[in-house]
């Protein structure tokens, strides 16, 4: 193992990218998103990995983990994710430590198949040629103008078959809003595309449960987080009263979070967060712990960060293609992928890891730490 090529330097760096327009969900309004970006080095060779996450996220790279990456096998990587899961024992795994771990696992397998010269998929193993993504966004805020055109923009210009649209707006108490705008959405789109539908936890079970029958009315066919994913019991009862699909799983930090989940039956499909769960080692058992129950698994947002991973899981179902998140990956990195027809296929260009470098002239502008 002395002669295997070793982790010689961890670096970090945040990116703060305003909104194009103001932003909310059900519980949540934002005007900017944040990047924090893990580099790891290796003689001449750079692995990049990130999370959306606070700023506070690079100082737990630099504090607690990047001594205990420094020196490590680049090959090993299970071997350095355990390393780094002991190192925030007493600062708390769940939140910025899982997202600090996340962006730094990212960043090492992206190292160890540069170093390969191999498309991280092919390190990987596919599982699949093409990643299915769908279109999300439909923030409460956009007004119908704005709808119609992020709406039409996904559907009629990148021909993506799959939509998303956020409800709940102001935890739940604009029900009827709610309702005209997944009518307006349906409208928009058609017969074109399925329809999907998040509300972030914003309802409480029977409203949940109410609107859910006006969601059948327009052909909703996922209805994420229709009350919060802390409540697995209700997650699951809901999930047995309404025709939608009930997924859940972005804020899963632990491998443990996915099984609970699991095992209480309260979701149709897994969604797990590769920036939040512990990187692509984690995501992948999260993925086999779902295989194993017969769950499809979905990538939540970041999807340069999740398509290698995700072409690698026999029982994906899709990726989400965010609206912020691809605006700030297109934007940071050169070697973003396209989703026309509504799929992308990672390493189909041959670039080495995960075929993405940091456009250091267009990031500088960001740059906040």
Known sequence: MSDDPVV????????????DAPEADATLAWDSTTLVLAAVHCGHVTGLGYT????ATARVVDELL??????????????TSEAMHRAVRNAGLPGVAAQAIAAVDIALWDLKARLLELPLVRLLGAARQDVLVYGSGGFTTYDDEQLERQLRGWVEEEGIPRVKI????????????????????????????????DANG???AKQAVRVSRALADEGVSWFEEPVSSDHLTTLAAIREQIPQDVTAGEYGYTLPYFEHMLA??????????????????????????AQARGIDISGHCAPHAHA?????????????????????????????????????TPGGDGAPGLGLTLNTKRAQA???A
């Not at 499909?269 to 080692?281: F, K, P, S, Y």
């Open 264 to 289: 209480a039956g309260a979701v149709d499909c897994l969604q797990a967060d590769v920036t939040r769960c512990g990187g692509i080692t984690v995501w992948l058992r999260a993925a086999a712990l």
């Open 308 to 344: 290698h991973v995700a072409a690698a899981a026999p029982n994906l179902r899709h990726l989400e293609w965010f609206h912020d998140h691809i605006r700030i990956e297109r934007l940071l990195f050169d070697g973003a992928l396209s989703p026309d027809g509504g799929s992308i």
């Open 166 to 197: 956020k409800i709940g707006e102001s935890w739940g108490r604009r029900e009827i809003r709610d309702r005209r705008r997944v009518g307006t959405a349906r409208a928009l789109i058609g017969d074109q595309a399925d329809l999907y539908v």
């Open 202 to 204: 914003g309802y409480d």
């Open 366 to 368: 960001y740059r906040v």
């Open 52 to 55: 959306y996450a606070p700023a």
């Open 8 to 19: 010689e330097r961890v670096d970090t760096a945040v990116f703060t990218v305003p909104t």
């Open 66 to 79: 990047a001594g205990v990456v420094t020196g490590q096998p680049v090959l090993d990587v299970p071997h």
